[in-house]
C-alpha cells in the first residue's frame, strides 16, 4: 500500500477530486492547511497599507491507494492542479505498511 498526499491551492480541490473518482479512487481525506515553500509567502495591500502574509492557506489531500494506482494518481493530480502559476503544491508518496477498515476488520488493500 501507499499513502499519497498532495498539497494544492484551494480552488482546486474540485478538479483534483473529479480526477481522482476518473481513475477509480473511492476514498480520500481533506483538510485545511497553512504554509509556504520558495516564494515564502507574499506581500498583499489592504486599506493602502501593505503587509506580508507568511503562512498561504493550501489543501491537503491524503489517499491510502494499492501500488498499481500510484502512477495515474500523480498524473491526475499534476493535471488538475497545475496552474503555473507558484505555488501549484507538491505530492509527496509514502509507504503504508498497514490499514484496516474499523467496521469489518479488513486489511491491505481490501480496507480501502
Do not use: N
Amino acid at each position: 500500500m501507499k499513502m499519497l498526499i498532495a498539497v494544492i491551492k484551494p480552488f482546486k480541490l474540485d478538479a483534483v477530486r473529479e480526477a481522482l473518482a476518473d481513475i477509480g479512487v473511492q476514498g480520500m481525506t481533506v483538510t485545511e492547511v497553512r504554509g509556504f515553500g520558495r516564494q515564502k509567502g507574499h506581500t498583499e495591500l489592504y486599506r493602502g497599507a501593505e503587509y506580508t502574509v507568511d503562512l498561504l492557506p493550501k489543501i491537503k489531500l491524503e489517499v491510502a491507494l494499492a501500488p498499481d494506482m500510484v502512477e495515474r494518481a500523480l498524473e491526475a493530480i499534476q493535471k488538475s492542479a497545475k496552474t503555473g502559476q507558484i505555488g501549484d503544491g507538491k505530492i509527496f508518496v509514502y509507504d503504508l505498511d498497514q490499514t484496516v477498515r474499523i467496521r469489518t476488520g479488513e486489511a491491505g488493500v481490501d480496507a480501502v
